[in-house]
T-cell receptor, first 116, second 110 residues
C-alpha cells in the first residue's frame, strides 16, 4: 500500500490555467507538507498543515492555495499558472509537528508540473 | 528560512571509490537528517543525528554530526551503482521545521 500518494503524476498545462494536485496519506500522520523541487533539485517548503491547521506558509505567491479537508488529505490548487511554476511538487507527511524530528518525512512520488 | 549548504554539488566516482558529501549550516542546529533521492524518485529518509559529535553507521554509509552542530557529513565506502542519486541533508534549529540542503548528486561509473 502506498503511504503517501499524489495525483496526478504528470501535469502538462497552458499558462493561465488553474490546476489542482491531490495528496493522501494512510500512515495516520497528522502533519502534511507541500514541497517544490526546481530544475536544480532544490527542495523548498511551501506549506505545512498540522491537524488541518496551516502552520507554515513560506513566501509563496497567493496563486497557490492549500486545502486540508482532513488530516489525511492535503491538496494544492494553483491559479493562473505561469512558466516559472514548472517543477516537481512533493507532498510529505510526518507524525506530529515535531514528528519530522523522530522518523523524518515520508514523501509522495511527486507531481511533475509543466507549464507551456 | 535558514541556509543549509552542501558541497560538492555534483560528484562522479568510479565504482568502488569512496564518496563524501558535506553539509554546512550558518546557524547551530538541533537535529540534522539525511535523505536519498534516486533519479526520477522522491526523497527517502535515511537517518537523523541529534547529539554533538554523533556518528552513526548504516552498512557502507557513515553519518557524522559536527561538535559545534553546524555541519554534518555522509561518507559512503566502496560505492556501488545502487548508490546513485542525490543526497540531501535537512537541518532544524528548533527540532520541528527542517530546511533542506542544496543536495549532492552522485554518479557512480561502473
Amino acid at each position: 500500500d502506498t503511504a503517501v500518494s499524489q495525483t496526478p503524476k504528470y501535469l502538462v498545462t497552458q499558462m493561465g490555467n488553474d490546476k489542482s494536485i491531490k495528496c493522501e496519506q494512510n500512515l495516520g500522520h497528522d502533519t502534511m507538507y507541500w514541497y517544490k523541487q526546481d530544475s536544480k533539485k532544490f527542495l523548498k517548503i511551501m506549506f505545512s498543515y498540522n491537524n488541518k491547521e496551516l502552520i507554515i506558509n513560506e513566501t509563496v505567491p497567493n496563486r497557490f492555495s492549500p486545502k486540508s479537508p482532513d488530516k489525511a488529505h492535503l491538496n494544492l490548487h494553483i491559479n493562473s499558472l505561469e512558466l516559472g511554476d514548472s517543477a516537481v511538487y512533493f507532498c510529505a507527511s510526518s507524525q506530529g509537528w515535531t514528528g519530522g524530528a523522530t522518523s523524518g518525512y515520508t514523501f509522495g512520488s511527486g507531481t511533475r508540473l509543466t507549464v507551456v | 528560512g535558514q541556509q543549509v549548504m552542501q558541497i560538492p554539488q555534483y560528484q562522479h566516482v568510479q565504482e568502488g571509490e569512496d564518496f563524501t558529501t558535506y553539509c554546512n549550516s550558518s546557524t547551530t542546529l538541533s537535529n540534522i537528517q539525511w535523505y536519498k533521492q534516486r533519479p526520477g524518485g522522491h526523497p527517502v529518509f535515511l537517518i537523523q543525528l541529534v547529539k554533538s559529535g554523533e556518528v552513526k553507521k548504516q552498512k557502507r554509509l557513515t553519518f557524522q554530526f559536527g561538535e559545534a552542530k553546524k555541519n554534518s557529513s555522509l561518507h559512503i565506502t566502496a560505492t556501488q551503482t545502487t548508490d546513485v542519486g542525490t543526497y540531501f541533508c535537512a537541518g532544524s534549529r528548533t527540532g520541528n521545521q527542517f530546511y533542506f540542503g542544496t543536495g549532492t548528486s552522485l554518479t557512480v561509473i561502473p
